[in-house]
């Protein structure tokens, strides 16, 4: 599974009713790939804001632990 998230250095963004914040990873606000168009309008509204600000796909695998 690709998940798309927005990263500006070493933290990660999650998305706010009134905004946003700069969170560890497993805070962060994730979408799916075909949520993209979603992901470019916040890239471009906090891109001003958040110098370091990129884009960045995920990619989850499930194998066996055990």
Known sequence: ??????KSGTSY???LDDGYELVNMNKASVYPINQKTIVLE???SLQKELELLEIK???LTEEDYV
């Open 1 to 6: 599974m690709d998940l798309l998230v927005l």
């Open 42 to 44: 916040y890239f471009q």
């Open 57 to 59: 796909k995920l990619i």
């Open 13 to 15: 963004v999650r998305i």
